[in-house]
């Protein structure tokens, strides 16, 4: 079945750091891939989606490219700030279906 | 943007009540609700996919006479946790969206439900 393997955490950086949170899925279909982010206390949210390969998603300094050839959904940021400290999941859907990542949990420290 | 509502945010019961959580799509119509249950430090799991008007497919592994789900219309999802126990305490989140053509439009979340059983 439809899966994502997320990178395991937790993350643990430094203010300015270069962030990387590795994302892969295995799907029948032509999934359309998903980051959401979840901070301290809140609900998920939508960070960026990308719905066709080779489509990056980007939103808050945070990039994510939709790569086929190696089933990946990789999040990127350049310059991680102490308010980015959050769980983030990878996730991808089909027609009638979602999958989540289990989740990484990122820390930032001053 | 579109918003979804879930209520009660936090629930404290006793052991054998029932407990029903609501899930409404404020702006848009959600041909399909998702619902989810997340333990501490875990990621999401699926429980069960409702399709307005339909029976609710339920994950392998989840008791569909433990967790009713109801979806009557297309604004709104309950999910309801029979004769809970302590079991049964977690965080249980409820997306929205529509199915099939529109596969490509994420999820709307809602912020979930504390639920403790006593």
């Known amino acids: 079945g439809d899966s994502v393997t997320q990178m395991e955490g937790p993350v643990t950086l430094s203010e300015e750091a270069f962030l990387t949170i590795n994302c892969t899925y295995t799907?029948?279909?032509?999934?359309?891939l998903f980051w959401y982010v979840q901070y301290p206390g809140e609900g998920l949210q939508l960070l960026l989606k990308?719905?066709?390969?080779?489509d990056k998603g980007s939103n808050k300094g945070f990039e994510a490219t939709y790569r086929k050839e190696t089933t990946s959904f990789h999040l990127e940021k350049g310059s991680v700030q102490v308010s980015d400290s959050a769980v983030y999941f990878c996730?991808?859907?089909?027609?009638?279906?979602?999958?989540f990542g289990a989740g990484t949990r990122l820390t930032v420290k001053p | 943007g579109a918003v979804v509502s879930q209520h009660p945010s936090w629930v404290i019961c006793k052991s054998g009540t029932s407990v029903k959580i609501e899930c409404r799509s404020l702006?848009?119509?959600?041909?399909?609700m998702f619902w989810y249950r997340q333990f501490p430090k875990q990621s999401l799991m699926l429980m069960a996919t409702?399709?307005?008007?339909?029976?609710?497919?339920?994950e392998q592994g989840v008791e569909k006479d433990k967790f009713l789900i109801n979806h009557a219309s297309l604004t709104l999802s309950t999910l309801t946790v029979t004769s809970a126990h302590p079991e049964d305490s977690s965080f249980y989140i409820c997306?929205?969206?529509?199915?099939?053509?529109?596969?490509?439009?994420?999820?709307?979340f809602g912020d979930g439900t504390r639920l403790s059983i006593l």
């Open positions: 997306s929205a969206g529509s199915r099939g053509a529109y596969s490509n439009q994420p999820q709307h």
């Open positions: 799907a029948t279909g032509y999934p359309s």
């Open positions: 990308a719905t066709k390969a080779d």
């Open positions: 996730a991808l859907r089909t027609n009638n279906d979602m999958r």
């Open positions: 702006d848009f119509q959600a041909t399909t």
């Open positions: 409702s399709n307005e008007g339909s029976k609710a497919t339920y």
